[in-house]
């Protein structure tokens, strides 16, 4: 860090933070509201209790509305990382991503699927079963 602020500045070590904390924020949206909005639609057909079947259904759903929502600026973000000063900024590599198609933001899909829908799993049936034996309650 103290080579980066000397040799490059200050403003070097941010780099990155506005797609990093995006993402982050997609990322959240994605697997929060998926899986409580999965978990009720499953909860409501009457065909699942709330059990360990429902919460792994759910948050498998809620893995890969997380994936779909925050590819393309994990795909943004690795071209701008691999660049050699090509794009100048976010949007102009968003707009030379988008010449190659809708499909192009999706590139990678599914490695990042396998990454994340295991993590999103396991999040939420940790927290179902922590509700579960510590008696907390979810006001809905």
Do not use: W
Not at 5 to 20: I, N, V, W, Y
Not at 50 to 73: E, K, M, R, W, Y
């Amino acid at each position: 860090m103290y080579r980066v602020l000397r040799e490059e500045g200050l403003k070097k070590l941010f780099s990155g933070a506005t797609m990093a904390s995006s993402r982050g924020a997609l990322v959240t949206i994605g697997q929060v509201s998926c899986y409580d909005q999965t978990k009720q639609l499953v909860l409501a057909t009457g065909i699942l209790s709330d059990n360990i079947l429902t919460h792994f259904l759910a948050s498998v759903i809620a893995g890969g509305c997380a994936t779909f929502l925050c590819q393309p600026l994990d795909v943004l973000k690795t071209r701008l990382m691999n660049s050699q000063g090509e794009y100048q900024g976010v949007t102009h590599c968003a707009m030379e991503t988008a010449k190659l198609g809708p499909l192009a933001f999706y590139k990678g899909f599914v490695p990042a699927a396998i990454r994340l829908v295991p993590h999103t799993v396991l999040t939420f049936i940790f927290l179902e079963q922590l509700r579960k034996h510590f008696g907390m309650k979810v006001v809905t």
